[in-house]
Structure formats: C-alpha cells, structure tokens
C-alpha cells in the first residue's frame, strides 16, 4: 500500500499526465451518461461493471491524499484512505476494462476513464501487482525483439516458408526482404501474424510486391507489440527504444506498422514524444494500401471475395488512431458485398479482448459472456460470413467468440482479403 501511495504521488508529478489526471479525478458529475457506452455495463448492468464506480475507487484514494477537502474532511468530501480491500478490490476491477474509451464519447465533463484505468495499472504495477503474463510478454520482447522469443534463424525459416506458399499460390518469386538499410518502407508486424495469421502477412507481402514498393523487415526487431502501452510506463519507453534505435539504424523514409492496433497507436502517439523527432513517418499498412488503390499502383477483382464482409473497427486502430475510411475503402474496393456494424467507425464496440484482457487467460470466461458478448450481437446483426479485423489481438478475441457461440462465420485479417483479389499483371 505505501508502494501504491508513493507510486500516485509520482504520477501526480508528472508533468506528461498532470493536467490530464487531475481534471480526470477531479471531476465527476456521477451522472454515468459513460455507462451506456460501455460493453461490458451493457452486458451484465451491474452496478460493479459502471466506468465511474470503477473510476472512483482510485478518485477516493487521490482525494484523500491529494486534495485539501479530502485531507480534511475524509468520507464527508468522497476521499478515502487506502486500506487491502481497496488495492485489492481496484487490482481486479482495473482488469475487467477493456481501455476501449468508448465512455469518453459521451461524457459531459471530458473525462477519461481509460486514462484513469491505464494510471491505475501502473499503479498497481509499481505497487508490485501486475498479471504474469504481461510480464512476461515485455520481458520476452526487451530480450529477443518479440513476445513469442522467437530466435532469428528461426524467423528466417519460417519467412521462407511463407515465400514457398507465395510462389505455389501466386507463380511469382514474392520474398520477405530482411535488413536491407535505406528502404522506403521498414514493414513491422505484430510477430503473431507470423505464426496464426500467415495470410495476412503473405496478404501484405503480396501487395507490396504487386504496388512495386521498396521494403525490409528487420530481424532484430520482428514484432511491433508494446504491451507496456496497457499497463507500465516504464516498459512502454524501453520498448519504444528498441523501436527507434532499429528504426534510425536501417534508415527507411516510413516505418509501416502492421495489422495490430495498439502497436499503431504506441508507435504514432508516444514514440517520437519519448525519444524526439523522428527522421522518418510513422504509418499504418491500412494507410499504405489504401493509397496504392487510390493510386492506381494495385488492381483488385473483388468478385475475388464474394461472401458478406463486415469490418471490426479496433479501438486502437479507429477510435484513438483516426484510422476509419482506409479500411472501407480497402474492403469496398477487394469485396463484392461489405457490410457495416452499427455502430462503427469510432464509435464501434470493443471486440472484448482490448486492454490486454485478450492475453489473460483467467479472464476467458469473462471475454465470452461479458466483454465480448456485444461484438457478438454486432456481428450476428449483419449477417456477414467474414469479419475483417485488422488487428492481432483482435482476431485471437474474436476467432475465440466465434468458436464458444457457434457461429458461422470466419475472421480474417483486411490483407487476407486483399491478397485474394489482387490481379496480377
């Protein structure tokens, strides 16, 4: 509890979050206009599940030793002292949210209780209680590059085996180019989309190819996750170091991140204020192909993909990227029939899985029959056969719920359905 306590006083002085967590837990008008916005109220309406009652165990305890009404007049004000229960009860709760952010959309007062959630993680962090496998997932990318510490040789031969699936498909010699210095683009995927979603990655590498583009992976760093991001400041800036310092050293013009949504969002919100500013651009392939289609650099035959589609917005990707028509005009122009979600676009549904809850496998149960349970009714609603998701985490949380709901339908990654409809010249 002093770790915790010495941990927020920190964090209040902090000048990079200051402003922002004080008018957070300062202001609360109690009039939950947050809750409907929120999947997993909806899916239970336990007053438990309410993103202010969340939001308020950590605004008592910053009252209590932060603000003078709470120092002196204690419960009267709302301010309460930290007790185990309290650290115990935030330590649970905390990880029941998403960080989807959809309860900033409608909050009179602009408060953000993903930010809170997110200062409450690493609280918790630097208190000492943090789940093991987040943990273990940056320990595993400070030391080999990637979560799922896959060694170099090893990356290698698995590219190559995704070269061979290429040729026997496509009849062209479509490679993964490695470490190549001054390229216009250096290609960073999430390392998942290596090993479970082999069909994105050929989709990307097919489109590179196909647009004639000038591009390199690296095998020092083959993963772009940066899961510090959802829980720890101090991982996120030591990640975000590896990033930049492979990123300077082969010199690309663009560093292009995968399909996986918070990747993109660490990568284009906090690298270059972490580490000054970059020499190169940071974008989104979403971005990438889109332009290519635009440009008349690609040509696609949706009949390719003949099945309803419909597009899962990431949180990460739309909401807090600013990354929403790329993906349409991509699925509109690869597919003969594109459904919407309603909503969609930043006000979309969360898949479940966000936060890193998707990572947390004593939370399946919970990922099912609450957090996910709206994208499921979302999806059901559309009737699509394929759910375009273009993020890893993502297509793990939502290929899960498919799987417990029984429902028929396939999720894909945006690339997967591009690398079908590209025609080749």
């Not at 402003?19 to 609360?28: E, H, I």
């Not at 008008?29 to 999947?39: D, H, L």
């Not at 940071?282 to 690609?298: C, D, F, N, P, R």
């Not at 990227?321 to 993906?327: A, L, N, R, T």
């Amino acid at each position: 509890m002093k770790k915790f306590i010495q941990a927020m006083k920190e964090a209040k002085d902090n000048d990079l979050i200051k402003l922002p967590l004080d008018l957070a837990l300062g202001t609360c008008a109690n009039c939950n206009n947050c809750a409907e916005q929120c999947s997993v109220y909806q899916a239970t309406r336990e007053e438990a599940y309410l993103p202010a009652l969340r939001s308020d165990l950590l605004r008592r305890v910053y009252k209590k030793h932060f603000t003078l009404a709470g120092k002196l007049f204690g419960k009267l004000v709302g301010a309460e002292d930290l007790d185990e229960d309290r650290l115990n009860l935030m330590a649970e709760s905390f990880y029941r949210c998403t960080m989807c952010r959809r309860c900033a959309l409608e909050c009179p007062l602009g408060i953000d209780n993903m930010l809170i959630t997110r200062t409450a993680r690493t609280l918790l962090t630097r208190a000492g209680i943090t789940p093991k496998i987040l943990d273990e997932s940056v320990d595993a990318q400070l030391k080999t590059g990637n979560v799922s510490k896959i060694p170099p040789l090893a990356f290698i031969d698995m590219v190559e085996f995704l070269e061979g699936e290429m040729k026997e498909a496509t009849g062209r010699e479509i490679h993964f180019p490695r470490d190549r210095c001054s390229p216009e683009i250096l290609l960073i995927p999430p390392v998942v989309d290596f090993i479970m979603n082999a069909e994105t990655m050929m989709g990307i590498a097919e489109t590179l190819y196909a647009a004639g583009a000038d591009w390199t992976l690296s095998t020092a760093l083959i993963d772009s996750a940066n899961f510090g991001v959802f829980f720890d400041d101090d991982s996120l800036v030591k990640i975000a170091q590896l990033f930049v310092e492979e990123a300077k050293k082969l010199k690309p013009k663009k560093v292009v991140i995968g399909e996986c949504g918070h990747a993109y969002k660490a990568a284009n919100k906090f690298y270059d204020l972490l580490s000054g500013p970059f020499p190169f651009q940071i974008q989104s392939v979403l971005e990438l192909t889109a332009s290519y289609l635009q440009q008349g650099k690609i040509k696609v035959n949706p009949e390719a993909n003949r099945d309803p589609v419909t597009l899962h917005d990431p949180c990460n990707v739309a909401r807090m990227g600013g990354i929403v028509e790329e993906p349409r005009s991509i699925l509109q122009a690869v597919c003969k029939d594109f459904r919407e979600m309603n909503p969609h676009g930043v006000e979309n549904y969360c898949c479940g899985g966000g936060g890193s809850l998707v990572l947390i496998e004593e939370l399946h149960d919970f990922r099912m029959e609450v957090s996910g349970k709206k994208k499921v009714e979302q999806i059901r609603a559309t009737g699509a056969r394929v759910v375009a998701a273009p993020c890893a985490n993502c297509k793990k949380q939502l290929a899960e719920l498919v799987e417990y709901y029984k429902l028929d339908v396939k999720v894909m990654g945006v690339h997967d359905l591009v690398g079908r409809a590209l025609v080749w010249e």
